[in-house]
């Protein structure tokens, strides 16, 4: 697995996040996740791109002028883990946590978030 490539995708999953026009978020979860793609956290487990977008979409709700960004990313075989906060643009964090995620074919097969504190 090419590590430019897997930093490119999570700098894409972050940006994923962040996206609020909901045409564009659909289309980048469609083009980040494979189409049997799982998003596990404490509070969901979403099975395929359409309950992943549901569910980004209420988050972005709760997190209304908060931005996510990432740290550094570790790789190897078909696994990644990086860092991430969310926070108000040149703000502290609000919430930190890391995300662990399985690569097939360049794209997200599952991910799993984790939050600091919980």
Known sequence: MDKNAVIELVGNYIAMWNETDGRVRRTMVEDLFTPNGTYTDPTVAADGTAAID?????SQKNLTGMLFTHGTVLT?????????????AGGEPAVTGFDVAWIEDGRIRRLYGFFNGL
């Open 54 to 58: 549901e569910y980004i979409a209420t």
């Open 76 to 88: 190897h075989h078909d696994a990644v883990h990086f860092s991430w906060q969310i926070g108000p």
